[in-house]
């Protein structure tokens, strides 16, 4: 890797944590100069990761005003839980063919592992890993590294809205703790897949991520409440 592709990979990483966790407010202009300081950036590789995100979604360009941060409203999550379910789903039909017994049993063995402590912790960032952690297991049983690929930038770009809604879920799950347990939609998803039945997994994995859509404008009210406070 040369000193220049370093210096590209660097600053990127940085800049797509930020616009990942909102640091930058939605439709901000996001300033160079103030940027390029405190990053330690020159111009030319501070750029080039700016396009780098334009190209992903995490930030847009106007011509004759610059970059700006992606903009946070309903419809565009909602854009983004539908492409999620139809990766999601494409990806389950090609594992349900395609994956080896071997390969989806260490699914089970994982699930098995981690899903009492899923059920059982208080912690959004834990809760919220190992769901993605999940799902990016079953996308790779598909054996498709573009829907993987997909699945992973979606993910970022909706992190910071399902951090709020899974905690409003965590809390809810605290007032319904008691109300007698019930197989996780992870469960009925991965116990679909062992059957090798595409029918009910892709129904099962539709509903599952439907439900949390369904959140998706209370949960974006929620998070741009947290972001933006309006000058006085």
Excluded: W
């Excluded at 981690?114 to 960032?125: A, D, G, I, K, L």
């Amino acid at each position: 890797m040369t000193k220049a592709s370093s210096s590209v990979d660097r600053v990127y990483d940085r800049l797509r944590q930020m616009a990942a966790n909102f640091e930058f407010k939605p439709d901000e202009r996001i300033n160079e100069s103030a940027l390029s300081t405190n990053l330690g950036a020159s111009r030319t590789p501070l750029r080039e990761a700016l396009n780098r995100l334009v190209a992903e979604g995490f930030l847009t360009f106007q011509n004759g005003r610059g970059f700006f941060c992606r903009s946070l409203s309903p419809e565009r999550i909602v854009d983004l839980y539908e492409a999620r379910q139809a990766i999601e789903c494409e990806a389950l039909r090609r594992s349900v063919a395609r994956a080896a017994d071997d390969e989806i049993n260490a699914v089970v063995d994982y699930l098995d592992e981690t899903e009492p402590h899923y059920e059982t912790s208080n912690s959004t960032v834990e809760v919220l890993e190992m769901d993605e952690d999940f799902h990016i297991r079953l996308v790779q049983l598909s054996g498709n590294s573009e829907l993987l690929r997909m699945l992973r930038n979606i993910n970022d770009r909706i992190r910071y809205v399902r951090l709020v809604d899974l905690k409003m879920l965590l809390a809810k799950k605290q007032i319904a703790k008691n109300k007698g347990a019930k197989l996780s939609a992870h469960r009925i998803i991965l116990n679909a897949l062992v059957a090798r039945d595409e029918e009910a997994a892709v129904a099962a994995m539709r509903n599952h991520i439907e439900r949390r859509r369904e959140e998706a404008t209370e949960a974006v009210r929620i998070a741009y409440s947290q972001l933006y406070v309006p000058a006085e």
